[in-house]
């Protein structure tokens, strides 16, 4: 059948039962895994659990064309003799339909961690974008004292105050860039910022992605707690 596999492993040509088989028969190791797909090929497809019934070990050598590879393979505990015909050892680990379906859901979980990886790389600021994003938010600051002072008491409480109702973008395009843009992290930093203050939580984040820690977020929590802060 169209797509139809087997599995084996790619450091198989190493593996010291490979060179037990060519010792036994005098066959090089192309020779041995070649017979060996064939083997696990015909158990794969022509039997649910490794037992080949009517298969003799004359058989097996006739079909591979490698004098004593049955006995070979016998005596490194990768064939078995049962009654009636051989058996494949240990053959729902590495074939048929259920040890086919942990082989590829471990893949598609390895290319989804190797993605996200390679994903998070790309996205987390470096640290001198950290210090410049500082500069922009000081100008930033210097600007809106500058109009406060200028345009006296009677001014707006929009141009008054220095307390964003939302994460200024500087601050959250820094903290998005490291832990991603999300609801829940929208919200929090918000409600930090309320809490202590939109400086103390800018070096708290700033701190954080210098450190890189595995839990960015409770690292950065962890810096703005009172009389505990980390050593960042």
């Known amino acids: 059948m169209a797509g139809d596999w087997i599995k084996m492993r790619s450091n198989l040509w190493d593996d010291p039962r490979i060179a037990g088989v060519c ?6 190791e192309a020779q041995v895994i070649g017979a060996l797909y064939w083997l696990w090929t015909t158990a794969d497809q022509h039997t649910q659990d490794g037992f080949m019934g ?25 064939l078995e003799h049962a ?107 918000a409600k930090l910022i309320a809490d202590h203050g939109e400086p103390e939580v800018r070096e708290a984040v700033a701190a954080t992605i210098a450190k890189k820690p595995a839990e960015p977020i409770a690292y950065m929590r962890g810096c703005l707690k009172p009389r505990r802060r980390f050593q960042c």
């Open 83 to 189: 009654e009636g015909g051989l058996t494949v050892p240990r053959f729902d680990e590495h074939n048929g339909v259920s040890a086919k379906r942990r082989a590829s859901e471990a893949k598609r979980k390895g290319s989804v961690r190797n993605v996200s990886a390679s994903h998070a790389d790309k996205k987390r600021t470096p640290c001198g974008q950290v210090a410049e994003l500082e500069k922009e938010r000081e100008k930033e600051r210097e600007s809106k004292s500058s109009v406060s002072k200028d345009t006296g008491a009677n001014a707006p409480s929009s141009i008054q105050s220095d307390t964003p109702v939302d994460p200024s973008k500087a601050l959250w395009d820094l903290w998005v860039g490291y832990v991603g843009d999300s609801s829940y992290n929208r919200s929090m930093l």
């Open 54 to 78: 009517g298969l003799t070990t004359t058989s097996v050598n006739r079909k591979t064309a490698v004098d004593g590879f049955a006995q070979a393979l016998i005596e490194v505990g990768w």
């Open 23 to 28: 010792d036994r028969t005098g066959a090089s």
